[in-house]
Nanobody, 123 residues
Framework: QVQLLESGGGLVQAGGSLRLSCAAT????????MGWFRQAPGKEREFVAY????????LYADSVKGRFTISRDTAKNTASLQMNSLQPSDTAVYYC????????????????WGQGTQVIVSS
């Protein structure tokens, strides 16, 4: 069973950047596509970004397109989400997830989830 652990969250001012990382234990998640979701207070969890297991091919929510970049490093067994030009509306708990489903943008399509990392963007 794959366990995912996110890191890199924190408090940042609007316009700033953060880089979230997701590590898999106890074994590699090669062969799994990776996704990032977020849940803001009082709202449902929503899709943010997706990357294929090959590292080629990604999808983004319209709200983050052009500002966020998803990537993965198979050698380090990690996936990352680079977040630039952060806005207060990006404040949420961010979750990484793994799936064997291609082009997965719905949370029900994901098999494994991390515990989440908090991102707070101040105005």
């Amino acid at each position: 069973q794959v366990q995912l652990l996110e890191s890199g969250g924190g408090l940042v001012q609007a316009g700033g950047s953060l880089r979230l990382s997701c590590a898999a234990t106890p074994r590699t998640f090669n062969g799994y596509n990776m996704g990032w979701f977020r849940q803001a207070p009082g709202k449902e969890r929503e899709f943010v970004a997706y990357i294929m297991w090959t590292g080629v091919g990604s999808l983004y929510a319209d709200s983050v397109k052009g500002r966020f970049t998803i990537s993965r490093d198979t050698a380090k067994n990690t996936a990352s989400l680079q977040m630039n030009s952060l806005q207060p509306s990006d404040t949420a708990v961010y979750y990484c997830a793994a799936t064997t489903t291609d082009h997965a943008i719905v949370e029900d399509q994901y098999d494994y989830w991390g515990q989440g990392t908090q991102v707070i963007v101040s105005s």
